[in-house]
């Protein structure tokens, strides 16, 4: 596992996640490429790439930082 460090304070990061809702249901975050485009019901997502996100929040300050690395699917 990758330790981070605070780049504000240097204090360690501890990793977590944030939340989207989606008809009520909660579920970790997703990058997705490209602008978003308004669609019938919410924002357009066909054909675009999506990545989680891992957020990491300083122990000390409260910094967030979030990375969208590639995964196999």
Known sequence: MTRYECPKCHAPME???TIERDQGAAAPARWADGPPT???FGVK???KK???IETYR???CGFLESYAHETVQ
């Open 15 to 17: 990793a977590g996640f």
């Open 50 to 52: 999506q990545w989680p």
């Open 38 to 40: 308004a669609g019938w």
């Open 58 to 60: 300083c122990v000390k």
């Open 45 to 47: 997502m066909k054909g």
